[in-house]
């Protein structure tokens, strides 16, 4: 066994988050990649397009563009990200109980279940963004069917429909006083299913059931795993506003066209911000996910007995065959 698993306190498991994004720096952060990879190509696509039409003196067509870029890379987007989160917190598994983990054989462990790892993310944000996605869509619908056709915020204030406009300003206060209970709402609904990812690909779950598993598992760690969230978004935030204000400023001068040589440095910027940051929530998480296990059920005991040869040894997750890990002796990435 390569690592002493007892039950850690909320500084030690803040501590042992960094310890291992600092010890596995190149493995977690070359798993992040491949997602900001991704997008990095397509968002230069979309920036080389984008250009091409200005100069062929077509940007009557960038709107279309724009339209056709999100229809078809969202759901492309979402797909590499979940490979991304199921990936890392696979290696996180590995690492954290002394196995050998490779980019490469993070991502073959997950791709057979790929499709049950989005299921379960795709479930897990419904429920988390169902108050926001009632209280927008209902407040577009009757922005863009009543209120629009009858004036507001398209012709001059004495050209509006009274009715309307006075419709508007309370439909708008509702919206925002809806959006306070809603934000409790999503981050109680985020808490409640934050180990379901790591339960579903630890202990190769159904979608439904790893759900069910996190709500058992996170009762007890949610205000702690809330600190942990609180933490990683201040980070985000940080390195984001330091490696973004160059282009905020750019963004300013030039009333919000960048040229295109400022667009590409945006775009590379944060494909390096967002592979150095995009790891770190997914490994507090399944620190937390073991951590819970060995307070509620004796993981670690079990853990040891295998360990030991004396349990038979019955893996809960998809193991890479041995003569796979073992061409990299030693390695901890690629």
């Known amino acids: 066994m390569g690592t002493s698993l007892r039950p850690l306190s909320l500084g030690e498991i803040l501590d042992r988050t960094a310890q291992l994004y600092r010890t596995n720096f190149v493995l ?6 491949v997602y900001a990879g991704v997008m990095l ?5 979309e920036i080389g397009i984008s250009e091409l039409l200005r100069t062929l003196h077509m940007t ?8 056709v870029y999100v229809i078809i890379i969202f759901p492309l987007a979402l797909i590499v990200a979940g490979a991304a989160m199921a990936a890392n917190n696979r290696a996180v598994a590995w690492v954290n109980l002394g196995e050998p983990a490779t980019i490469r054989a993070a991502y073959r462990s997950i791709l057979p279940r790929i499709g049950r790892y989005l299921w379960l993310m795709t479930i897990a944000a419904f429920m988390v963004y169902l108050p926001f996605a009632v209280i927008y869509g209902g407040y577009s619908l009757l922005f863009f069917f009543y209120l629009r056709p009858r004036g507001v915020l398209v012709h001059a204030a004495a050209g509006a429909n009274p009715q309307a406009t006075m ?4 439909s708008t206060l509702a919206l925002v006083l809806l959006s306070f209970p809603a934000i409790v709402y999503a981050i109680i609904m985020a808490l409640r299913y934050s180990l379901a990812v790591p339960a579903c690909v630890v202990e ?6 790893a759900l069910r598993r996190s709500v058992e598992l ?16 201040f980070i985000q935030t940080g390195l984001v506003a330091v490696s973004q204000i160059f282009f905020i400023i750019a963004a300013v001068k030039h009333h919000g066209l960048l ?7 945006q775009q590379i910027i944060g494909f390096i911000t967002n592979s150095f940051i995009g790891p770190m929530y997914a490994t507090g998480l399944t620190l937390f996910y073991y951590d819970q ?4 059920e004796g993981f670690d005991i079990e853990w040891m007995m295998q360990a030991a040869g004396l349990t038979p040894f019955t893996p809960s997750a998809p193991h890479i065959p041995q003569n796979f890990v073992s061409q990299e002796p030693g390695s901890t990435h690629e």
């Open 293 to 296: 296990r060995i307070r509620k």
């Open 204 to 209: 190769n779950l159904k979608a439904r059931m």
């Open 60 to 67: 009557h067509q960038l709107q279309l563009t724009s339209l």
């Open 28 to 33: 977690f952060a070359g798993i992040a990649a």
């Open 167 to 170: 419709i508007f300003a309370i």
């Open 218 to 233: 996170s009762r007890g760690a949610r205000g702690r795993i809330f600190v942990l969230g609180l933490l990683i978004i």
């Open 259 to 265: 040229p295109a040589w400022v667009q590409v440095a």
């Open 41 to 45: 190509v397509f968002n230069l696509l």
